[in-house]
């Protein structure tokens, strides 16, 4: 399937060296302001060529929209939006068109259809992921009108780890220091927010790049805003869709909610969010549980990890077979990220606001439009 969503429908559609790659967004209600450099803002945080540290592909990443908005706001019809692929180098793949990658979809590609399309991976290249950013992008104005900001960043990479595991110092963080929060991750070349740390990261991947290997590494996402309620409860929980976005990113191993696989190792007594009343409502202290219980969101902040392979593609020889079973000594050649972990961020960010933005317009719509208490 190519779409995502339930109320607020994302299609995404073309390939790595096509012509152009977009998303068709079904559900968008009406009179959202959006302008074309709203998105745009966004499209620059996940693109290529912005660092040493990234894919060297020069593309602009410049989005047209062609439908849904007029005069600077939705108008509830499907929007648009095509992103033209400018810098392709096609040639960089003719002698892999026969060699299944190791660690790539080729072979999985074409065991499926009997076709695939070798140039940049396709469907199946990172590229893709341009156009959930975009669609995130308009997401992501309808949270903001309800408070809910989106943050980033990257946890680990290689070996390497911000102090604590994770960012969150204060669960009572406003809109306007969530944002400032992102704004300083993204001043930091590998999205971390420790300088530091960001150092020894940057250190890691320019040493991995000198060996033509590659590195992955983890990605924190927290959602802060988000209302209780938020949900389905059984087969649609909000972190079983949470877990769906995520893991349907290519290079995505694993998912966590909140603290994870940490918690299976504790006792009932030291897991639980106990409750408090403060401020006039009843909330949970703590939240071991990610701001999640029962598939339904606690009002407390959203927090996800994923844990992210190696950019697949290297220079380093690898021994490996082409489809006809013939030994090949491989070398992949072309513009890849040596580090795909940093340029992720915005793109599993995007994909929670996606998830986020769908169990609202469920709620808003299951209530009648009123806002959760």
């Known amino acids: 399937m190519n779409t995502f969503g339930s109320y607020f429908r994302t299609t995404t559609w073309g390939e790595s060296h096509g012509s152009a790659i977009g998303t068709v967004i079904d559900g968008c209600p ?20 912005q660092t040493v540290f990234t894919s060297q592909r020069n593309e602009e990443d410049r989005v047209d929209i062609l439908s849904g908005v007029f005069n600077g706001k939705t108008t509830g019809t499907p929007i648009s939006l095509i992103i033209y692929n400018k810098d392709i180098r096609s040639s960089d793949y003719e002698k892999l068109k026969n060699i299944p990658r190791p660690g790539q979809a080729d072979f999985t590609y074409l065991k499926k259809y009997g076709i695939r399309d070798y140039r940049g991976s396709g469907r199946a290249s990172g590229r893709e992921t341009a156009s959930r950013v975009a669609a995130g992008a308009i997401a992501k104005k309808i949270l903001f009108k ?37 704004e300083l991750i993204y001043k930091s070349p590998v999205r971390c927010p420790e300088i530091e740390t960001s150092h020894k990261m940057e250190k890691t991947i320019q040493n991995i790049s000198k060996e033509e290997d590659s590195l992955g590494g983890i990605i924190e996402i927290l959602s802060y805003g988000v209302p209780p309620g938020l949900g389905s409860p059984v087969f649609d929980k909000l972190d079983a869709l949470i877990a769906h976005a995520v893991m349907s990113v290519g290079a995505v191993k694993g998912v966590e909610i909140g603290e994870g696989f940490e918690i ?25 549980a990610g701001g999640i219980l029962g598939g339904i969101s606690t009002g407390m902040p959203i927090v996800v990890k994923a844990a992210v392979k190696p950019t697949p593609s290297i220079q380093k020889t690898q021994q490996t077979v082409d489809f006809n079973g013939k030994p090949v000594s491989l070398s992949v050649e072309g513009r890849h990220d040596p580090c795909i972990v940093v340029r992720m961020v915005p793109v599993l960010e ?19 439009g009123e806002k959760n208490e």
Do not use: C, H, W
């Open 146 to 182: 309800e408070g809910i900001v989106t943050v980033g960043f990257s946890a680990k990479i290689g070996e390497v780890g911000i102090r604590n595991g994770s960012l969150i110092t204060d669960y009572n963080i406003s809109r306007e220091e969530a944002l400032k929060l992102r």
């Open 350 to 368: 995007n994909m929670l606001n996606l998830v986020l933005v769908d169990m609202l317009l469920l709620q808003k719509a299951l209530k009648g």
């Open 30 to 49: 009406p009179g959202i302001d959006i302008k074309r450099e709203d998105i745009q803002d966004e499209l620059s945080r996940r693109r290529p060529g």
């Open 264 to 288: 299976a190792s504790k006792k009932g007594s030291t897991a639980n969010d106990v409750f408090e009343f403060k401020n006039g409502i009843v909330k949970p202290k703590t939240n071991r």
